[in-house]
């Protein structure tokens, strides 16, 4: 809930619970007191565009060439004519192994996200990290749409241009796995996707916006909101139908972020061939960063034990 909703909150309140405003009496109290409790879950739900989108379009925040990366610029349309803009990194060495299609988490822009993933260029795969309309230099504004619209088109661009004869790995990081979940769905019979990997996500606007509401005694109640004032229109259905692509869920057992049930669920719904990695102490989106980074050689591992499948 951003900061002007809660001032609009407290605003509401005190002029609805103020006994000297003429317009409240004493046959609206009760009513007074239902809206007390409805406001906030309702300013929740609907500023929801906000709570999930949070870009940013103007700041560099590290620069690749500090870790020794020259990505290059990449310019793409998606199907409403949209500028978008990404950062694709070849593998180093001459006969890369697979293209990792980076579908990036919420907030800041591609310039901080790409670190997570950097480190694979370096282990023979290309990488592609994309922006969404509005966040970094891509033109529009963030919506469940615009946003799966970015990702089809950066699937598509990378299978006309990069990667015709190599097999594409979809990787979607917290808010960018819903929309990775569906380009695959959406795709998976027209590219040759070898893995699809969901990284602290959910998989559905309808169900993380439940969760949150039931963590507050004060909005548990308006759980049910979630469903009236919130589409999953543009969310993936049919998770089973991935399969036979294999998909590895991975999910932090402390995120406070995005609930480990949220990642549950998501395993619960696909068939086989399915993993899933619960990260004991991991916490949001930080798998590759833990433990000495062991998880990296693991990966790894993971994407080696798929060539022999």
Known sequence: MTVVNMVLILDWQKILLNQSNPVVSAMNKAFTQLLYLIIPGVM???????????PDKERLYYDPKSVGLSPEDIYFTDTAQRNLHGW???????????????????????????????????????????????????????????????GQAALDWVVKNKSQDVPIIIYGQSMGGIVALRTAIDSKSEVNLKLVVVDSTFDSFQRIARVKLSHNWLTWPMQPLSYILLSDHWAPDNLESISP?????????????????????????????????????????????????????????????????
């Open 245 to 309: 692509i294999p998909v590895l869920v991975i999910h932090g057992q402390r995120d406070t972020i995005v609930e480990p049930e949220l990642g549950e669920k998501i395993f619960e719904q696909l068939i086989e061939p399915k993993t899933i990695w619960r990260i004991p102490d991991g916490t949001h989106t930080d798998v590759f960063w833990r433990h000495d980074r062991k998880y990296r050689d693991e990966f790894l591992m993971f994407l080696k034990s798929l060539d022999k499948t």
């Open 88 to 150: 694709w990194f070849p593998a180093v060495g001459t006969s890369p192994k697979a293209t990792i299609i980076f579908f990036h988490g919420n907030a800041e822009n591609l310039t901080s996200h790409y670190l997570h993933l950097a480190w694979m260029t370096s282990e023979g795969y290309n990488l592609f990290v994309f922006d969404y309309p509005g966040y970094g230099l891509s033109e529009g504004k963030p919506t469940p749409k615009s946003c799966l619209e970015a």
């Open 44 to 54: 929740l739900l609907s500023s929801c565009s906000s709570v999930f989108y949070y």
